[in-house]
Structures are given as C-alpha cells and as structure tokens.
C-alpha cells in the first residue's frame, strides 16, 4: 500500500498552522461565493485565484481547491432555501429539496445535502488515491502522439456526447482553440495574429478569459434576470443532524449508484453536469415509490448530491494525472499549476509528490472540516442572500477586475475581460456551450505542440497517431465518440432493419 | 402570434443575435485565416508550419458559423424568441455601462478609488439604497482590498494620484 504511505506524508505536509488556517479561509470564501446566486464553484475559484499567486503552490492547490469544496457545499444552500441553483449541477437538487424546505423540512434537506455531498466527495477522493498514481506512472510512457491522441479524444468526447446542438460546439472550441494560438508560437518562435500589437504578444490568458466568461457574463444575466430572493429560513440542530444520519443508511444503494455514476461522469470529460441529473434520474427510476419523487423526498436531495460531488472531486484524477481537466473548475485549477510555475502531467507525481499528495491530503480533511463549518453555519450564509443584490454586484465586479489584472498585470487584461464578460453573455443567450471553449482555451496550447511534436519525430506521417496498440486505441474511440451520433443512428436502423427482416 | 400585453417589447429575436453572431465569428475566422496564410500555413519538412493550425482551425469555425448562419436564417420558430426586452436590457446596460467607467476610471486613478467609487455609486443609483451605507460599504471594501492584496497577499494593484498622496 504505497499510496496509503503517500497519503500519510500529505497529511504531515498539511498539517500546519498556516495551511491549516488558508485551509478554513478558503472553505469559507468557497461557501461565501457559492451562496451567492450565479457564482459557484469555476466562477468563485476564477476570481479568488490571484489571491494565490504569491503563495507557493502547495498553500495555493490547498486553498483553492477548498474555495471549490466550500463553492459546492455553498450551492446547495441557494438551491434548498432560495429554489435557486448556485450552478447547473444544483438543478437537480432543487427538485425534492425546495419542496422539503416549504414543508418546513429545510434543516433536514440541507444536513442531507450536504452529508451527501460528503459521501460523494469522499468516494472519489479515494478512487483519486488510489487509482491517480497507476495511471500517472501509466501515462509516464506517453510520447507527444499519445498526449495528443488523448487531447484529441477529450474535443472529440465534447463533440460527439455534448447535448447542445454539434456546430455550436464546434464553434465554441475552434473560437477557443484560435485564441490561444494567437501570440508567439512555441515551438518555431514567430509570431501569429498579433496584427502588431504589443499586448497580443503575450497571448490570450486563459483566466483573464475565464474570469470574463464566468464572472462578468453572470452579473449580466443575473441582474437581466431580476433574481428575487424570497426563501425560507433555517437553523440546523443536531437533533437534527442525527436524525438524518439514522436515516441514511436506509439508502445505501441510492448512494452507492450516485457515487459511481458521478465517479464515471466526472472522469469522462463534459460529463460533471450530466451526474447530478443523471443521479436523480436512476434514483427514481430504482424507487418502488416514485410518485413521491419531486414533492420533497430526501432521497431526492441525497441522490443528485452524491452524484454532482462526486463527479466535480472525480474531475481532478484526469487533471493530477494527465494534465486533462475534466470540468470547469478543474480546468480553472489547471491554469492555477501553470501560473505557479508546475507543469501539469504525469511527471507532476514524481517530481512534486509534496504537492500532490498534499493536494489529496486536502480533499480528504477539506471535506470534513467544511461538512462541520457548513452544518454549523447555515443560518448565516443564508443571511449572505438578504443583502442587496445592488451592493454584492460591484463587489463581484471589482474582483473580477483584480483577478485579470493580477495575473500579468496588465491593464488590457481589465478591458479583455470585459469584452469576454459581454462575449460570455451573448453566448449564453444563443446556448453556445461555453465548457468546450474554456476546455480549448486551457488545453489549445499543448495539443499544438503536441501535435507537432509527434509530426517532427515521425517527420510529418499521420501514421504515426496508429504506430503502436495505445496510441491507436486512443485516436480510434476519439473517432468513434466524435462520429457517435451518426453511428448510433446508423446502429439503431440497423436494428430496425432486422428487427423487420424477423418479423 | 398575439404576445401577452404585460410583456415589454423585445429589443432583438434570438435568431436576429444568432445570426449576426455567425457573421462576426465568420469575418473574425477570415481575417484570422487571412493572417495564418501569410505567416505559412503550408507543411514543412519538419511537420506542420506556425500558421497550419490556426488556419485549418479558423476554416473549421468559419464553416460551423456559416452552417450555423444558414440554419438561423431558416429558422423561422427563432424569429419570434425574444433575445433581450427592453426592461432586461436596460438592467443589461445599468452594469455594463458601470463597469465600463470603472475600467476607464482604473487606468486613471488607480483600482481602489474606482472600485470606491464604482460600488458606492452602483448602490446609490442603481440599488437605491441610502447614502450613508453606500459610502460606508464601499469605504470598507476598498480598504478592506487594499490591505488583502497589496499589504497582505503581495499583490501589486494599479494606484493613482490620491493613493501617490498618501504616500503609497
């Protein structure tokens, strides 16, 4: 049990004073922004980010990824009390946890929430613990064709499975990809699309365009949407508290399927939404009573959960051990490695095992400390929401522009910010996915060199993406999940077909 | 189509946005592609030049914002989906202009004086909250950002002629 050993060391790095309190900041600065409507965990960890920038990276993963924990912890209070979602994956939440709240269960609807959320979280925390190094060491025989053999299957997988409609994608991602071409090219030195300006030399920061993505287009739709808050109070006791957890055993099988269906999604790339409905829908669909489900079942509350945390936590093993973020916020953090100066990868498990094993050591303590912060605190973060929107809008804003300008400080950042807050709004508005451009935007640069990497080794062969069994398994599901809508039409007339010929 | 009376007027149909967007995206992906075929977007004996990437990739977002074009002008459902009103946009509009000045007022005198007086007046005129908080609220928040990121998180914000008094 070499990992056990590992984690031990993780907890002897993490524990001291100065971590262990940025540890209790971030979770609740995380809660804090998770609360607010329209910010939630890639929007509050984008603009807390340049708080980090002058830690050293093992205090910075620590404190930012519990500013996500506390981010998730802190939507299902929105969701519950307000019937708001803090972010997509807490819709499903809303389903059976407002009604709870109306029937005056909200204590009992968020202690379920968030020991849910707890469970799920802890799930795939092990799952990272024990499966992230094998595949760190596995993919530590990766050559440039296979990285970009697997860069390419994460587009593909966005291309293919994306439920929004395929040329938006594709739009989204080509627009992302493009950006970060723009600026000096790595791998032969000259210059592209700059026109000559000096501010477009440095290229397109992935975070300056992240912060305005997520944070400037929220307050838009937000103040566009008119969001009036009208929810329900609540104080949980710990009377409370052991009731639920009596309870919960009783649905041991509904967590087990959460934990596994969000464990799955959050790996596969674009998939940390789908968890939580999906959770939901399963839930139900093994229920005897499913009636009920919708008016306020807890087992409603505790199955989208256990799902959506389990594949937010889960969405970190591509990112340790691959350097593939397989969410927002997981690529966010992605982008937070590189402004601290490690490279994402495989090699981060040999060479900063400090920093890796610290980072896990986190999620495991960062769980439990925030579950005891967020059952004791709700009262007062329910609270956060009767402030005026009018004055936590500026605020937001401000931050915003602090973190854009903080990462190169530069003032173009500020204005290119906004001028992707405005591009963010739009495309909301006419359903162009924004994940596969924040996705392009934080993978674009090292699938390029990647790519050309391979094709200088193989002098300019595409062959060389099926010289061996990996890298040809790899490209092949990448075009069997990008052409998945037209070959599963083709399967099912297939089936159609036969099943006519037997009749 | 008879729309209910209470709702306000829309500023633009969905599909009106959806295609100007395409066109935007489509002349964008040209002048990028333009820019790639000059900087060589050939194949070189060593692999693919500097502007082969870029340049496929603008072909591939100039043809999805072309289909994408030719599928909202078809779309005749779309004609009628309101985009914006004008109750929603003016809301657009009363934090877009904001932070625009804000931005504007940043590089002039400094971040903390803008973001002072960003949130004061965003509370005054656009939440309509009195006086005294506004001021007290913003005073907090822009000391309060000073001393987390430039005394105790290091990090450097741009600061103008009233910070320079002070002797910062």
Redesign the interface.
Known sequence: MEALGLLLHGFEVLLTFKILSLMMVGLVLGIFVGVLPGLGGPNGVAILLPLTFTMEPTSAIVMLSCIYWGALFGGAITSILFNIPGEAWSVATTFDGYPMAQQGKAAEALTAAFTSSFIGSLVAVLLITFLAPGIASFALRFGPPEFFAVYFLTFCSFVGLGKEEKHKTIISMSLGLLLTAIGMDTVSGQLRMTFGSDNLLRGINFLVAVIGLFGISEILLTMEERLALRGHAAAISLRVVFKVWREMPRYWATLLRSSAIGCWLGITPGGAIAASFMGYNVAKRFSKDKESFGKGRIEGVFAPETAAHASGTSALLPMLALGIPGSGTAAILLGGLMVWGLNPGPLLFVEHKDFVWGLIASMYLGNVVGLVIVLSTVPLFAAVLRVPFAAIAPMIVVSCAVGAYAIQNAMFDVWLMLVFGVVGYVFKKINIPLAPFTLALVLGNRAEDSFRLSMIGSAGDLRVFWSNSLVGSIATLALVLLFWPLISAAIERLRGALVKTTT | MSEPTEEPRAVAS?RA??IV?SLL?AA??AV?AW??WK?GAG?A???????Y??FY??L??GG??L??LV?ATADRAGADKP??NRD??R??M???V???L??LF??WLG?YVA?FL??AG??RW????AWWKSLL?SVI?AAA?FV??DVA??????KGPIEALLGF
């Open positions: 969905t946005v959806d967007v995206l964008f992906a990028m820019d790639n900087s194949w004996s060593d692999g693919p030049k500097s502007g990437f870029p990739l603008a591939l977002l999805a914002s289909f994408g599928k985009f914006v929603q946009l809301r657009v009363q934090v877009l904001p932070t625009f804000f931005c940043t590089q971040l973001s960003l949130i965003f509370m656009v939440g309509g909250i609220t928040f950002m987390t990121f998180f290091d990090v450097i914000m741009p």
